[in-house]
């Protein structure tokens, strides 16, 4: 239970309402509502007359929730590291997808539908582990904007995939096959879309 919950569940137990709290506090309302819903903690020189109208030590009012604070920090910051490593991955393998491109038909003269199928192959293989990063490695806070999000990852996918598509085709001067890595790159965006409109879905519950 968290510190917002906690007064929430003492305030109620006392039978008071939002306003009466913040009449014997000293606040507005709106204050009170934004340190039941953790948008606000309680400043020092409140938490005495906090204690003191639900009659409950600063201790108990506060060491749970610290707990629970440290808890949940350390596992955002596990997730982060998680998903920037996946992510990492994936990079890694779009640009050896140009790589491998680079050398297969040039250089190693492959057949270039085979060099193609293993290129496509490797992009799909690096989107599969960026699906999977983000729908395994995800944050439960609602401080997370989802948007904001969405925007730094699309921007990060039309930049590699821009790259690819420069780089295969002033390598190969293949213009006319080239642009089927629209075609991929379209995909992935509406995959991240829906990664993102099932992550919405999923805090709304």
């Known amino acids: 239970m968290n510190l917002g919950e906690k007064l929430?569940?003492?305030?109620?137990e006392k039978n008071l309402s939002q306003e009466e709290v913040a009449d014997i506090l000293n606040?507005?309302?709106?204050?009170i509502s934004k340190w039941e819903t953790n948008q606000s903690t309680p400043d020092?020189?409140?938490?005495?007359?906090?204690?003191?109208?639900?009659?409950?030590?600063?201790d108990e009012l506060l060491d749970q929730s610290i707990k629970e604070n440290k808890a949940f920090e350390?596992?955002?910051?596990?997730?982060?590291?998680?998903?920037?490593?996946?992510i990492s991955i994936s990079i890694f393998l779009y640009f050896l997808s140009v790589i491998w491109l680079m050398i297969s038909i040039p250089v190693m003269d492959m057949d270039p539908i085979i060099a193609s199928a293993i290129f496509m192959g490797i992009c799909g293989l690096a989107t599969y582990i960026i699906v999977y990063t983000c729908m395994i490695y995800k944050t439960n806070t609602k401080k997370e904007n989802n948007n904001t999000y969405k925007k730094q990852i699309n921007h990060i996918i039309t930049s590699i995939f821009l790259i690819i598509y420069l780089l295969?085709?002033?390598?190969?001067?293949?213009?006319?096959?080239?642009?089927?890595i629209w075609i991929i790159y379209a995909l992935v965006l509406e995959i991240n879309k829906l990664i993102f409109m099932l992550r919405g879905k999923e805090n709304e519950k």
């Not at 020092?44 to 600063?58: E, M, Q």
Request: no cysteine.
């Open 8 to 12: 929430i569940n003492l305030r109620k």
């Open 27 to 31: 606040v507005s309302r709106q204050t």
């Open 44 to 58: 020092f020189d409140k938490l005495g007359p906090i204690t003191k109208l639900y009659n409950i030590s600063a």
């Open 74 to 86: 350390n596992n955002k910051e596990t997730i982060i590291k998680k998903k920037a490593k996946g």
């Open 168 to 180: 295969f085709s002033f390598m190969t001067m293949a213009w006319h096959i080239t642009w089927i």
